[in-house]
């Protein structure tokens, strides 16, 4: 089967076209984009452990991250729990459930206290610095 000067410019082109794609796949702006959105590495963790006197408590109960930085909030009690920002807007784990993960990643700079909502006496706290 012999081919026509046009059709083998458009299958060059085509080529050249989906090779440029490639390019731009691995290399490009497409790449940048795709790595910005990439989960930041926890730094910090906290463990939610069994207490007799406030059923849970997050251990440590104070962490300071940098603006970028995440942690990972472990529930190991024997409860389920939750992080919610005392403000009662920044954030909120929703249910935690034994043996359940969640993190938190730092946007902005502040001083944010945390309760769990079903246990209000579990209190903890993450700074987060610029
Ligand atoms: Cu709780």
Same mark, same amino acid.
């Given at each position: 089967?012999?081919?026509?000067?046009?059709?083998?410019?458009?299958? %060059?082109?085509?080529v050249? %076209?989906?090779?440029?794609?490639g390019?731009?796949?691995?290399?490009? @702006?497409?790449?940048? #984009?795709?790595?910005?959105?990439?989960?930041?590495a926890? %730094?910090?963790t906290?463990?939610? =452990?069994?207490?007799?006197?406030?059923?849970?408590?997050?251990?440590?109960?104070?962490?300071?991250?940098?603006?970028? &930085?995440?942690?990972?909030?472990i529930?190991?009690?024997?409860?389920?729990?939750?992080v919610? !920002?005392?403000?009662?807007? @920044?954030?909120?784990s929703?249910?935690?459930? #034994?043996?359940?993960r969640?993190?938190?990643? !730092?946007?902005?700079p502040?001083?944010? !206290?945390?309760?769990? &909502?079903?246990?209000? =006496?579990?209190?903890?706290?993450? %700074?987060?610095?610029?």
């Amino acid at each position: 089967m012999l081919l026509s000067r046009a059709e083998i410019v458009g299958w %060059v082109f085509a080529v050249l %076209v989906i090779a440029g794609m490639g390019f731009l796949a691995l290399h490009g @702006s497409f790449n940048s #984009i795709n790595h910005a959105r990439a989960a930041p590495a926890s %730094v910090a963790t906290v463990k939610i =452990l069994t207490d007799p006197k406030t059923i849970g408590v997050y251990t440590p109960a104070k962490i300071t991250l940098k603006v970028g &930085q995440a942690a990972t909030f472990i529930n190991n009690s024997n409860a389920d729990h939750t992080v919610s !920002a005392k403000d009662g807007s @920044s954030f909120d784990s929703g249910n935690l459930a #034994i043996g359940a993960r969640w993190v938190f990643i !730092a946007k902005k700079p502040g001083t944010y !206290a945390y309760i769990c &909502q079903y246990h209000p =006496l579990m209190k903890g706290m993450i %700074v987060v610095t610029a």
